[in-house]
C-alpha cells in the first residue's frame, strides 16, 4: 500500500515569494492534516480536512497560509507571502477517520526555507 | 489544556545498551490515546504504539516497550539492547476530546546510537 505523498521535497524562495506544497494521502483515508514542524520542536497542526471540508483551521495563520482539498483527496498548502518565520518542514499526514484514536501515517514532509 | 513533555532532549548511548525516553502529559480529559512515533533523517514520522486511556497494560513488541502509568501521566518507551538503526527523533503525542480533538506533540528526544 502507497504512503503519504509529498512533493516537493525541498523548496528555496526569497520572502514574500509565494509557495506552494502538495500532498496525496493514503486511499481510502477520509481525513487529511496539514502540520509545521519547525527545527527542534514537535509537528504543529494547521489545518485538519474531512473529505473535503474544513475540520479546523484555527491555527492556520490565514492572512498568509491557504489549503484545500477540492476533490477530497490530495490537498495543496499554500503560502503568500512567505515570511522567515515560514522555514519549517511542512508535514502531510492522513487517517482513515478523525477519530481521536485513528493512526495518523505521515509524508516526508517538504523542508522550507525562506531566504 | 494538553500538554506533553519530553524532558530528555538528547540522549547517546553505545550499540546494545537499553534506553528509556521519557513522556509526561497533562490533559483534562478521562478518555485520551497516547502515542509514539519515530522521525528517521529521512523525516518521515512513523508510527510504533496507540494506547487509550483506559488500557494501562504495558506493551511489548520486539526490542520496544511501552510503560503507561496514569498515576504519574507518564507514557514511557524502552529500547532493549539499541542498534544503530534506531538512532532518530522520537515523538511522544496526546490526543484528547479538549483542544478540539489536536493532537499534541512534545518536541522530541533526539537519540544516537553509535557503534
Known amino acids: 500500500e502507497a504512503g503519504v505523498a509529498q512533493s516537493p521535497r525541498y523548496k528555496i524562495i526569497e520572502k514574500r515569494q509565494s509557495v506552494a506544497f502538495w500532498c496525496n494521502p493514503i486511499?481510502?483515508?477520509?481525513?487529511l492534516y496539514w502540520y509545521q514542524q519547525i527545527l527542534g520542536q514537535g509537528p504543529k497542526l494547521l489545518i485538519q480536512?474531512?473529505?473535503?471540508?474544513?475540520?479546523?483551521d484555527s491555527q492556520l495563520p490565514k492572512d498568509r497560509f491557504s489549503a484545500e482539498r477540492l476533490k477530497g483527496v490530495d490537498s495543496t498548502l499554500k503560502i503568500q507571502p512567505a515570511k522567515l518565520e515560514d522555514s519549517a518542514v511542512y508535514l502531510c499526514?492522513?487517517?482513515?477517520?478523525?477519530?481521536?484514536?485513528?493512526?495518523?501515517?505521515f509524508g516526508a514532509g517538504t523542508r522550507l526555507s525562506v531566504l | 489544556a494538553q500538554k506533553v513533555t519530553q524532558a530528555q532532549t538528547e540522549i547517546s548511548v553505545v550499540e546494545k545498551e537499553d534506553v528509556t525516553l521519557d513522556c509526561v502529559y497533562e490533559t483534562r480529559d478521562t478518555t485520551y490515546y497516547l502515542f509514539w512515533y519515530k522521525q528517521p533523517p529521512s523525516g518521515e514520522l512513523v508510527f510504533l504504539i496507540r494506547r487509550n486511556s483506559f488500557d494501562e497494560q504495558n506493551e511489548i513488541s520486539g526490542r520496544y516497550s511501552w510503560n503507561f502509568q496514569k498515576s504519574t501521566s507518564s507514557f514511557n518507551f524502552t529500547i532493549t539492547a539499541s542498534q544503530v538503526v534506531d538512532s532518530a527523533v522520537y515523538f511522544c503525542?496526546?490526543?484528547?476530546?479538549?483542544?478540539?480533538?489536536?493532537?499534541?506533540f512534545g518536541d522530541g528526544t533526539t537519540l544516537t546510537v553509535k557503534p
Open positions: 480536512f474531512q473529505n473535503n471540508g474544513v475540520v479546523d
Open positions: 486511499s481510502g483515508h477520509a481525513t
Open positions: 499526514a492522513s487517517s482513515i477517520g478523525s477519530g481521536q484514536g485513528n493512526i495518523q501515517y
Open positions: 503525542a496526546l490526543r484528547g476530546y479538549t483542544n478540539a480533538g489536536k493532537s499534541t
